[in-house]
């Protein structure tokens, strides 16, 4: 099976640098999503890891060590509209291709 | 493109009705999910299908049925509904990538959700 771990929440200031961990546990990976939803939406794709390394979009960037099995979601000078629920999700070769999310970290912007 | 389309968005049931949250996609994926998600705790895959014809089982199965008999249309189906089934429902979708099943990065596209209360 998989575990997926992640913080249940986060405060950060506008501005401000924030990074969100994700640990997970899993027998045959084959990447790492992260998605953000805000309250009351659907989850909207963020970033992607399938190599080690890091990934970067604009604000957002995404790091993954799979010997570790660890990932991180860095924002960069956060802004009001970055409070949301960040979810990390792993996709196993083992489980079907089958997509399975962690709790989500819910991420909490103050001015 | 209307993307990922779930119907209704809200619905109140009393314990042992039925009904079908439906969805349909129009970007000709091959993957669809249905997934549940309550408060606090992530999202939980119910049912999938790789295509048309085939469905299997996610990690929350038990009171649901799914059929997907067009590649567009993946119902998902509460048969005797109950308290515990209280939750936002979200229907997904993917393509199928270069590589087979098991590859590639396959990105979930969301429907906008479907509110279900049973009472």
């Known amino acids: 099976g998989q575990n997926i771990d992640q913080p249940t929440e986060m405060t950060a200031t506008e501005g401000a640098i924030v990074q969100i961990n994700c640990t997970y546990q899993?027998?045959?990976?084959?990447?790492l999503f992260w998605y953000q939803q805000h309250a009351g939406e659907a989850p909207t794709f963020l970033s992607y890891?399938?190599?080690?390394g890091l990934e970067e979009k604009g604000r957002f960037s995404s790091f993954l060590s799979r010997s570790k099995g660890y990932s991180y979601l860095l924002l960069k000078e956060l802004q009001m509209k970055d409070s949301a629920s960040y979810l990390c999700a792993v996709r196993d070769r083992n489980q079907g291709g089958k997509l399975i999310f962690g709790q989500g970290t819910e991420l909490s912007v103050k001015p | 493109n209307a993307g990922v389309t779930q119907t209704p968005k809200f619905r109140i049931l009393k314990i042992g009705q039925s009904m079908t949250l439906q969805c349909t996609q129009d970007?000709?994926?091959?993957?669809m999910y249905w997934y549940r998600q309550d408060p606090g705790m992530g999202l939980k895959l119910i049912y999938y299908?790789?295509?048309?014809?085939?469905?299997d089982k996610g990690e929350v199965p038990n009171g649901y049925n799914v059929s997907r008999s067009t590649t567009e249309d993946f119902p998902l189906r509460l048969e005797l509904a109950a308290p515990s089934q209280t939750s936002v429902y979200f229907c997904?979708?993917?393509?199928?990538?270069?590589?087979?099943?098991?590859?590639?990065?396959?990105?979930?596209?969301f429907g906008a959700g479907s509110r279900l209360t049973v009472l």
């Open positions: 899993t027998s045959g990976f084959n990447g």
């Open positions: 299908s790789v295509g048309a014809g085939i469905t």
């Open positions: 997904a979708s993917s393509k199928k990538t270069s590589g087979g099943v098991h590859s590639g990065a396959n990105v979930l596209t």
């Open positions: 890891n399938v190599l080690d």
């Open positions: 970007m000709n994926h091959n993957y």
